[in-house]
């Protein structure tokens, strides 16, 4: 299959001539497209692709009219580039002179250009001299049947707006990220705008006669919302998004030269979609699996720390809570005893136990009894440290009730990072020595007041 | 207008074109209703993005049933179109996307696959995209069924039942819809389910869309899921109002939408249009208007309040530098050298000038130009102003000397007698300015 793709790829002409074509175009669009969806602008292609239609329309009829080769595609490239114009014009004008927000204002353009070009063609079908079947084709598409001047438009477009774009993506960035501030600082914002929605447009035209309607939407959008899984970096995301698009361009081309019956503008979209999918699930910034996997291991980390905790504090309240330094194992605990400390199941329990004694924290003894290791307490201190100042925290800094404390402390301890526990540590220097594990505020569930409680000494 | 009426009569048919507009107007109106509450979700393209993405549904459905049946073709667009919704929903919340990209993205790529559906195994029969998908508004009149005794269009029938539910689900569900539009957290707060809602108004799109295609063709409910609403928001800040005036907007765009689409290629010597076109682009002709005119908002108003506010300051400013150069002595000035003293185009300070003399402010002897009694009167409270304010700016403020004039300069316009009453007191009522300048007392 392979080598039959490679013989596809090698020998025919017309293949060769459409993979290109589309890789530059997806190429183009992919890297429009970021700055597009940074500035929650993602469907402006929608509404900028259907609004050529009347440009088309209009140019055909003036074309007419005058007696000139109405088809030929220059004329009709530059009426979809006025009408395409006059549309992104609109999209700012309204944004920037209303309170409709950008959906609606989309929505409008779109459905009102469109149908203003739906009227026009409805007229044109009634001209004497021609059907407007070859209007058809460049409003819907035609990649199959892309000759070579059509790649080499589409190539020397897509240079232009490459070029133009790295060449402002500083700029692009701002307007983006902080317009007010852009502002602020004497940048013409709005001409930036114009110049974004100037290179959309230059894309949609090319693109819209080559590959279709509804494939240039999915160009502009698809590759750059599949690059933001991968990275934060605006350069890094639009390497991410052009390669998405050529690599999504090549590959429907392909297919679609492949399988005879399979059209090769869906098959791009296709193509493109499988691959936001992969990137929306193994993606490596905010991927589905990811998500998971962190949040698994979250609640993990979180089981252990209750696990350690509880051990510490059964000893503690027997009076033999283990030191820092100078012990290999702790004393015995009871798989019941922990049992009663929260409102876990025993099986919970168990199965905590064995990804602790997995870790090298706890001992087992036999099934039912367990021991911490020299690690294993090391790790309780330090989680019963820390429940402890956050707790000696909140009821000092935001007056909770001793009896609300344990439950608060739980929610929220889980997620500190390293910093906010640094912080912590700098509160409570002055108090405590390194390792010092401070008496519970509160009496503690499940093992009785602790030997050492003194009621919140601090 | 005679000339109007005439061609109109000579193409209108009430048997024909009654039909037309009343589905027209049962489709803009169905949209329109669920399009205000679309509008205030920020959801204003799921029409669009229905439109085309129940395009696997409807092929789906033909190649199971085998046949164009619209009931399972109804279905199949339905349920495509939900999902379109839930998917959109999905890379929202699982993926963060950003909600128009996921928009896109979702309904692009449905749309591939219904195409792909089409063209790989249907293509031997007939299933054309263009034609399953959009039915033609003028074809109306031809399909009728019986209901009642009556001969009714088949598709006037359906929107009218459109209609009905997207109703009773508004009026019934009123609170419900506003809520969780408004303020979901609230909502969720109070019992309600957000979600709930959501899926329950992108289940009315979907149906109102799907019937809708099959009757008039796309371009138009998804003009009228935008259009109208938007036009309304941008005259009423109230639920009630809004939705009304939407209704009103719709039901307009339909008639006067026919109306020209039979009309208007008539001046140029053509045949009639598309009437679900000019619907849609009567609605955006209504909007635009809106945009300029609108009382409260529109351009063309807001640019008229922003001349009148610059004229009327124009005049107070010829009055201050009237009374001020009479202050040294020079009882009345000439065009020139008041033109050179406010920097004002010559154009704008005639008609200042023509005004304050209709007013009796000023009076023109010759080219010298001179303060009346009324005119001192208002002069010397703006001078007075603007000397009080210098000398409270300087007291109270560490702004340096050369900003004291610019602020005041501006302040002068917007100050009261209570203003300046408490500036007079506030600054232990002073006689001259930090300037060394006498500052007038109040006239009368």
Known sequence: MIATLFATFQFDYNTRVVVTGTALLGLASGMVGVFLLLRKRALVGDAISHATLPGVAAVFLVATALGWNAKSLPILLLGAAISGIVAALFIVMLRAGTMLKEDAVLGIILSVFFGIGTALLRIIQQLPTGSSAGLESFIYGKTANMIAEDAYLIGGAALVVCSLTLALSKELKLLCFDTTFGQSQGWPMTLLDLVLMGAVVTVVIVGLQAVGLILMIALLVIPAAAARFWTHRLSKMLIIASLIGAVSSIAGSLASAYFPHLPSGPAIVIAAAILFLLSLFFGSIGGVLGQVVRRRSHRRETNHQHVLRGIYEILEARDRAPLQRGLLRSDEISVQALLGTRSWSLSHVRKILQQLVARDYVVAHSPELYTLTASGIRAAISATRQHRMFEFYLQHQAEISAAGLDRTADFAEHVFDDDMVAELEQIFASQLAPFEVPPSPHPIDGVGVPASFRGGAM | MNALLGELSFAWQWSLDGWIGLAGMLCAMSAALLGCFLLLRRMSLLGDAISHAVLPGIAAAFLISGSRSSAFMFIGAVLVGLLTVWLTEAARSFGRVDEGAATGVVFTSLFAIGLVMIETSASHVDLDPGCVLYGDIEMIPLDLISLGGWQVPRVVAILAVVFVINCSAVIVLRKEFQITTFDAGLAR????????????????????????????????????????????????????????????????????????????????????????????????????????????????????????????????????????????????????????????????????????????????????????????????????????????????????????????????????????????????????????KKIPPESQ
């Not at chain 2, 010298?368 to 000397?387: E, K």
């Not at chain 2, 316009?413 to 007191?425: A, C, K, P, V």
């Open chain 2, 189 to 436: 707060s109070q019992g309600y389910s957000p979600l709930f809602m959501h899926y329950l108004l992108a289940s009315l799109v979907a149906i109102t869309s799907v019937c809708s295609f099959e009757a008039v063709g796309n371009i138009l409910v998804v003009a009228m899921f935008v259009v109208p609403p938007a036009t309304a928001l941008l005259l009423t800040k109230r639920l009630g109002p809004m939705i009304v005036l939407s209704l009103i907007f719709a039901i307009i765009a339909a008639w006067v939408g026919h109306i020209s689409a039979l009309v208007v290629p008539r001046w140029f010597g053509f045949q009639s249009t598309s009437t679900s076109a000019m619907m849609s682009v009567i609605a955006g002709l209504m909007l635009l208007l809106t945009v300029f005119f609108s009382p409260q908002h529109g351009l063309v108003v807001k640019f008229l309040r922003r001349r009148g506010m610059a004229g009327a300051i124009l005049a107070e400013d010829i009055l201050a530098t009237l009374f001020r150069s009479s202050e040294s002595g020079q009882d009345a000035m000439d065009l020139t050298s008041l033109q050179r003293k406010l920097l004002a185009s010559g154009f704008w300070l005639r008609v200042m000038l023509k005004r304050l003399q209709w007013r009796g402010e000023i009076a023109l002897d010759g080219s010298s130009i001179g303060l009346t009694a009324a005119g001192v009167q208002r002069a010397q409270n703006l001078v007075r102003s603007h000397r009080l304010w210098e000398k409270y700016l300087s007291s109270e403020t560490d702004l340096v000397d050369g900003r004291l004039h610019v602020q005041a300069e501006g302040l002068e316009h917007f100050t009261s007698r209570q203003i300046r009453e408490q500036l007079d007191q506030e600054t232990n009522r002073p006689a001259i300015d930090p300037h060394g």
